[in-house]
C-alpha cells in the first residue's frame, strides 16, 4: 500500500486552494494534517480520497494513478470519514455501519454470512456493540463518529482518511476517537484542528499554510514556536517531550513569555 | 441497508405480492358504475387469455375487457412507476418532500406531451411519449438549475419545483387554451388533474413495460441508492460513480413519469406519499423499499381509480383529485414530523 500525491494543484471558483503539493503517506503510521481554516486540508483530503480531480500533478495508489481506477477499486483500499455526514432516515446503527460493505458487493452479490461478521467486527472495534440496534438519529455526535469510523473499518482498507474527525465532540470523545483510529492496524491520514491532538496521537504532521505544505515531519520539528507564529498567529511555548512528541502551550495575546495570567491572578 | 432479515422467504414474499396485485386488478375490473360480479371478470378473463368459452353478457364482457381490465392494468403501472420515481428522487436528493410532481417533471411533461400532441413540434419524429420525456427532462433541468442558484439547501429544491410546476402547468393551459377546441376545458382537466377514462388497451403495451424496465433498474441499483444515505460524498467514498448513478435513475424516473403523463395526464401526490407509506413497512433498505413501493402504488392507484369512478354516481372525478385529496394531508404530515426526525 502506498498513497502519494505529486506536484497536485486545485482550484475552486477562480482561486487557487492547492498550489504544487507533494506527499508520501508511508504504509502503518499516523498523519496528521494541520493548518488554519482555508489552508486547503479538507480539500487535500478529497483529492488523496479520489473524489476531486487535481487540476494538475496526481494522486498515485500503489503506483498508479487514481484517475485511472474505478471509484469501487478506490474504495476497496481508501475509506473516508468526513467530518459530519449526516441523515434525516430511519436507519439503525447497525445499517450505517453496513453500507461500509458497498464497494464489495455487486447488484447481484447477495448479502453473505461473511459480510455480517465483518459488521459485526467493526462495530465491536468501535465500541458500539450494545448500540447496534439503536435508531441513528438518537445517537450522540461521538457515538454517531464512531458508527462512521466502524462503517469505513467494514469497508476493509488499507488507508484511512478522516477529515476533522472530531469536530463537534467534546474533548473526551475527541481523544477517544483519535486513540481509537490509532489502535487500528491501518495507515491512516487525518486532518486535525488541534495542534496538541496533532502532536499527541500523529507519528507524522504536515503543516499547511495558504494552500502549501509549509513543514512535514515528526510533531516536534513541525510545530516550533517560530512557525506557529508565523502561520496561526499565535504566541506559543511548546514544551518537547520523548518520542519526538511536544506539548504546546497557548499564550493570551499580549502576554509574555512564559507567564500564565490566570494563575497568577488566582495566587 | 443491506443486509437481509426477511421474516418471510424471498420467494413467498413475491407471490405474496402478485397475489395482492391480482386481488387489486380484479375489483378493480369488478367494480364501476355497474357493479360486475367477480366471477363474471374471471370468466371474462379466461375467455380472453385461455378461450374458455363461457357463456356471458356480451355488453358486460365488452366493458370488463375493452375498458376496466386494461385500465386497471395500466393504474397499477402508474402507480408503481410515480412511487418509484418517488422513491429515486426522494434518495438522490435526499429530501423526503421530493417527488415527480412537486418537482414540476409531470407538469413537464404535460407541456411536452400538449406541445406534441397539440402544436405539432417535431411532428412525425417526436411522439407524445417521446414529447413528455423532453418536456420532463427539460423541467427537471430548469428546476435543478433554479435549486443550484438558490444555495442548494434542502428547501430549495421544493421552491423551485413549485416555481417550475406552476410555469409548465401555465403554458400547458395556454397552449391547450390556444388551441381552441370544443373540448379544450376537458383536456386542461386531462393534463393537470389526470384522467384514466380514455384508456385501452394500446396503451397497456407502453405501459407495462416502462413500469418493469424501470423497476428493473432501480433494484439494480438498489445498493448504490442505500449509499446515499449519508450523502453524494459518501456515496463517492463508498465506491458509487456518482454522476453515472444520478445521470441513470434520473433518466429512468423522468421516463418513468413522462410515459404515465402522456397516457393518464399528470396525476400528483402518488411518488410523495407512497414511498413514505412503503418505507414504514419495511424500512429503508432499496432492496425491499423498491419492490415494496412499486406494489403500494400500484394497489393505491387502482383504489383511487375505483373511487374516483364511484365517489359522485354518473360522474367520473379527475384521478388526481382523489390522489390529491389523500396526499395533501400526508404531504402536511410528512412536513411536520420531518422536525422531530431531525
Known sequence: ?267 | MIGTAPSLSRTSASLLAIVVLLVALWLGAAIGETAIPMGVVAKTVANRLWDAGYRLDALDEGIIWNYRVSRAIVAASCGSALALSGVVLQSLLRNPLADPYILGISAGASTGAVGVAVLGIGAGLLTLPLGAFAGALLAFGLVSLLAMRAGRGNGAIILAGVAGSQLFNALTSLIVTKAANAEQARAIMFWLLGNLSGVRWPDVWLAVPVALVGLIFCLWHARALDAFTFGSESAASLGIPVRRVYAVLIGISAMMTATMVSIVGSIGFVGLVIPHVARMIVGVRHGLLLPVSALVGAVFMIAADIVSRIIIPGQVLPIGVVTALVGAPAFAVILSQRRTVR
Open chain 1, 1 to 267: 500500500m502506498n498513497l502519494s500525491a505529486c506536484n497536485v494543484s486545485w482550484s475552486a471558483g477562480g482561486g487557487s486552494i492547492l498550489e504544487d503539493v507533494s506527499l508520501d503517506v508511508v504504509a502503518g503510521e499516523f498523519l496528521g494534517i494541520v493548518g488554519p481554516n482555508g489552508s486547503g486540508k479538507t480539500s487535500l483530503m478529497s483529492l488523496l480520497a479520489g473524489l476531486r480531480r487535481p487540476r494538475s500533478g496526481r494522486v498515485l495508489l500503489d503506483g498508479e494513478s487514481v484517475d485511472r481506477l474505478g471509484r469501487k477499486e478506490i474504495a476497496k483500499r481508501i475509506a473516508l470519514v468526513e467530518q459530519q455526514a449526516e441523515t434525516g432516515e430511519r436507519i439503525s446503527a447497525r445499517q450505517a455501519v453496513e453500507l461500509g460493505r458497498t464497494p464489495h458487493l455487486g447488484p447481484l452479490t447477495p448479502w453473505s454470512a461473511v459480510d455480517e461478521a465483518i459488521v459485526d467486527e467493526a462495530i465491536r472495534n468501535v465500541g458500539m456493540a450494545k448500540l447496534a440496534a439503536r435508531l441513528w438519529h438518537t445517537l450522540s455526535g461521538g457515538e454517531r463518529q464512531r458508527l462512521h469510523i466502524a462503517r469505513a473499518l467494514a469497508q476493509q482498507p488499507q488507508i484511512l482518511l478522516l477529515d476533522e474527525p472530531t469536530n463537534h465532540l467534546d474533548v473526551g470523545h475527541q481523544i477517544g476517537l483519535l486513540h481509537l483510529v490509532r489502535q487500528q492496524q491501518l495507515t491512516a491520514v487525518a486532518a486535525l484542528h488541534d495542534l496538541n491532538h496533532a502532536a499527541m496521537f500523529c507519528d507524522r504532521v504536515a503543516l499547511m499554510s495558504g494552500g502549501r505544505i509549509a513543514a512535514l515531519g515528526r510533531p516536534c520539528e513541525v510545530l516550533t514556536e517560530e512557525r506557529i507564529r508565523t502561520v496561526f498567529g499565535v504566541d506559543v511555548d511548546v514544551e518537547h517531550q520523548g518520542e519526538g512528541r511536544c506539548h504546546i502551550r497557548y499564550r493570551a495575546p499580549g502576554c509574555p513569555r512564559g507567564e500564565r495570567p490566570m494563575l497568577k491572578r488566582i495566587s
